[in-house]
């Protein structure tokens, strides 16, 4: 008998299916891989594993076979049947439970042991220290080496070296790893990945992974994990589904399922040279400090010296933490140098970005598009709605609708996907999908500077090319200069005129992306490049 069962489960939203008819079996202990494009249905099978109340399944049944205490109503995996419960005051009994049948208290006992991670959803303590945030997710397991255990998920997640840092001032790559930090405390039977690592660079994705695949082989935590990284799914998965349509197009062996899904990802076209103009945003000796009581001046932004031409795409690269993300802050304007220049050119005019006001950045913030790790939609308006009044664009309802079209063809979606689409809420679509929104959303306002804070971070390959191919067009059709902040540099080569390599706040190098790739060290090169070159 399987530990789940997935039967026939069927789920419509907006008259589409985007789970159709579909059946799994998932074992005690196996880690299973999902694969599939942005909509196949990968997070809507995991938020319905989930129990999340807006995904009950429109037909079929997932069944949980499990152990259940009948003094506490504990539930464990099934093999503990037999065994004395943690309460000490009754044994597992076998028990199946149809999850979206059960009773209240089967379906609130199923969702304590089940963990779920969910794509750039930083839910800390911001406030907190990362040990502090750790040790909050042992609230309801007493136990007196919860420290080592603590110790050890962070060196799982290779954060053992911010552990009195406050939360805030992580990264948005060293927030996600807390995060998953954080939900492999509470130590599930049943552990949802979704995207979990979506804004770290591919090699320390493929690394993390493959601590987290460790350190739940050791418990027996069964894992479902969907990853837009085919070659970290097929590293680490037992059995792999590759979903389509919301349909099974192929199941079992990783390897010839990761092979086959990569086939597909279609080579770029080749784009026309384009002319980059003269100078439109000058750094000078940039610097940007915080003060923390614990960690005494933090040196986000160091001494940066940099200029950026228009028409140009520029890239800011760096491993986590490097300060790139501060540094695209200051070119928008939301934060304040500490020391230093920056100025950015509006027409012919040079505007100091370190003077308030509606005189000086005041003028040029309208004309800048910032898109964040983690952005996020107005969930209770339709995608039209997200694209024109709820950002303040007023526009003829024609008008609005074909604008919204256009921009949403320029970020990967068919025509017809674009025009369904309108109508949708943002719970409607798939994580990779909600993205290019996102970035549809920065770019229909038709800001002269489009800041990208790592684009790529939760989209499978072939969304990935199309961001690239939206960026490329974007800038041919509309004449804007992007700065994409990333540590993806196989991203960074595809699309990018130069890159800017950050390290410990300061500039080291500014140059092709080529050429750049020849200046990173080694732990550089291995966790930022996903292929040799």
């Known amino acids: 008998m399987s530990f789940i069962e997935v039967k026939n489960v069927t789920k419509i939203f907006d008259n589409e299916a985007v789970l159709d008819n579909i059946s799994i079996n998932i074992e005690e202990g196996e880690v299973l891989g999902i694969l599939g494009r942005s909509g196949s ?35 464990d995996v099934p093999s503990k049947a037999g065994e004395t419960c943690k309460c000490k005051h009754g ?16 379906f609130a006992s199923v969702k304590k042991r089940v963990s779920i991670m969910l794509q750039r959803t930083f839910a800390l303590y911001e406030e907190e220290s990362v040990i502090e945030n750790i040790m909050k997710s042992f609230e309801n397991q007493r136990d007196e080496d919860n420290i080592n255990k603590a110790i050890n998920l962070l060196k799982m997640t290779r954060m053992e070296h911010r552990i009195t840092h406050i939360a805030r001032d992580l990264s948005g790559g060293e927030k996600q790893r807390i995060v998953l930090a954080r939900q492999l405390a509470k130590n599930p039977m049943l552990f949802l990945a979704d995207e979990p690592t979506g804004t770290l660079d591919p ?11 460790n350190g739940v082989k050791e418990k027996n935590i069964t894992m479902i994990i969907n990853s837009h990284w085919p070659e970290v799914i097929e590293d680490l998965s037992d059995r792999v589904i590759w979903l389509e349509k919301g349909q099974i197009r192929r199941e079992g062996d990783p390897k010839g399922i990761v092979e086959e899904f990569v086939a597909e990802i279609p080579l770029p076209k080749k784009h026309e040279e384009v002319t980059i103009g003269n100078p439109l945003i000058e750094m000078n000796d940039l610097k940007k400090y915080y003060f923390s009581v614990s960690r005494g001046v933090v040196k986000s932004v160091d001494g940066v010296t940099l200029t950026i031409n228009e028409g140009q795409i520029a890239s800011i690269v760096g491993l986590s933490g490097a300060g790139k993300t501060t540094l695209s802050k200051l070119i928008a304007g939301l934060v304040e140098p500490s020391d230093g220049e920056i100025k950015i050119r509006l027409g012919e005019e040079w505007i100091d970005m370190a003077k308030k006001g509606p005189a000086h950045r005041g003028r040029v913030t309208p004309h800048i598009g910032l898109l964040h790790q983690d952005f996020s939609l107005y969930p209770y308006k339709t995608i039209l709605g997200n694209l024109t009044d709820a950002i303040s664009l007023d526009l003829p309802s024609e008008f609005a609708k074909m604008k919204s079209l256009h921009v949403l063809t320029a970020v990967g979606f068919k025509e017809e996907e674009a025009s369904k689409l309108l109508t949708k809420y943002p719970d409607q679509m798939s994580g990779g999908e909600r993205h290019r929104v996102a970035i549809a959303q920065v770019l229909i306002k038709e800001p002269h500077i489009v800041i990208l804070d790592e684009p790529t971070g939760t989209m499978d390959p072939i969304t990935r090319r199309n961001v690239a191919e939206s960026i490329l067009n974007a800038r041919e059709e509309l004449d804007q200069t992007f700065i994409i902040i990333s540590h993806d540099m196989d991203f960074v080569l595809e699309c990018c005129d130069t890159a800017a390599l950050m390290r410990d706040g300061k500039l080291l190098d500014n140059g092709k992306p080529e050429d750049i790739v020849d200046q990173l060290t080694s732990q550089e090169r291995t966790k930022m490049l996903n292929k040799e070159l």
């Open 91 to 106: 044994k597992y009994e076998a028990k199946t439970i149809n999850l979206w049948k059960s009773t209240r208290t089967e």
């Open 203 to 213: 090699k320390t994705a493929k690394l993390l992974h493959n601590a987290l695949l």
């Open 41 to 75: 249905g990968k997070s809507v099978l995991l938020n319905m594993l989930r129990g999340i109340p807006e995904y009950e399944p429109d037909s079929g049944e997932i069944i949980y076979n499990v152990g259940m205490c009948p003094e506490c109503d504990r539930i």
